[in-house]
């Protein structure tokens, strides 16, 4: 829904996204429900946590203050920005992670930031993107594959994709590129949200039990195309890291054959 000083958009999905974004300064409120209660977090001013029949955050992606009372959520908009509305994702309906409810509030923290910019929920027949900064994001899913065109300017961001296992078998390997080049993994989640304009492309995986989730961060903004590839192990490579001292025995039997076979020919 668009009007003359906000746009609405509600999403249909598993973290029911409802994303209101001002064109000029504001005041949003959110009428609570009976057994709905609201508090905020203990040093982060941006985030409200949602208790009751619905558990879930508002957030808002601008400067601002809430004021909360029995019956209502009162957030007043010094700049422009977005406020959203994310309920916490249900069990087996979206990519399970360990520590789900830790990981959610996380992942809430660098919306509000501004260092995640989109999150992808992946399915083969059943996909959808929510989009929390200004940017333009299009995906492929194939069996096995997943194509995402991203376009924004400005300040670099992270993407997060959910990919459910039938998209993409956990037990195989996964290639990340970003145009066409393979990007170096992060060795944290922290390491792959916290970057800078300077750092190279990174991305890191996270493994749940009906899927993964893949998150992939372009310091710097233009155009670009990410590909997340399955990657078969070929038998020759899988020996190979499964006994790392197989080259040095090959090696260590040749010696002994030339050996032999030098003593042979001098009787």
């Known amino acids: 829904m668009r009007g003359a000083d906000a746009e609405i ?6 973290l029911a ?61 010094e700049s422009l920005g977005s406020v959203l509305f ?24 660098y919306i509000g ?43 670099g961001k992270a993407i997060i994709l959910d990919v459910r296992n039938d998209v993409l078998n956990i037990s195989k390997e996964i290639v990340v590129k970003i145009d066409n080049q393979s990007i170096q993994i992060a060795k944290s989640f922290e390491e792959v949200v916290n970057f800078s304009s300077e750092d190279p492309a990174k991305y890191y995986i996270l493994n749940g039990t009906n899927g993964l989730q893949i998150v992939v961060c372009i310091p710097r903004f233009s155009t670009h195309t990410i590909d997340i590839i399955e990657s078969e192990v070929t038998s020759v490579e899988a020996e190979e890291k499964e006994t790392p001292g197989a080259g040095m025995a090959l090696l260590a039997i040749s010696i002994v054959l030339v050996a032999l076979l030098v003593r042979r020919f001098r009787k």
């Open 113 to 155: 930031n501004k260092k995640i910019g989109a999150r992808l929920l992946l399915q083969l027949n059943n996909s959808d993107e929510m989009i929390f900064s200004d940017m333009n994001v299009s995906c492929k899913v194939m069996k096995g594959r997943i194509k995402v065109v991203v376009n924004a300017t400005g300040e």
């Open 9 to 14: 958009e509600v999403h249909d999905n598993p």
């Open 17 to 77: 996204l409802l994303k209101i974004k001002t064109k000029t300064n504001a005041t949003i409120e959110f009428n609570l429900a009976n057994d709905i209660r609201a508090e905020k977090y203990e040093n982060i001013t941006n985030i409200i946590r949602i208790h009751g029949e619905i558990d879930g955050r508002i957030i808002m992606v601008a400067k601002g203050e809430a004021e909360i009372s029995n019956e209502s959520v009162r957030i007043s908009l």
């Open 86 to 109: 994310m309920v916490d994702p249900l069990p087996d309906v979206s990519v399970n992670i360990q520590s789900q409810v830790f990981h959610e509030e996380r992942i809430s923290r």
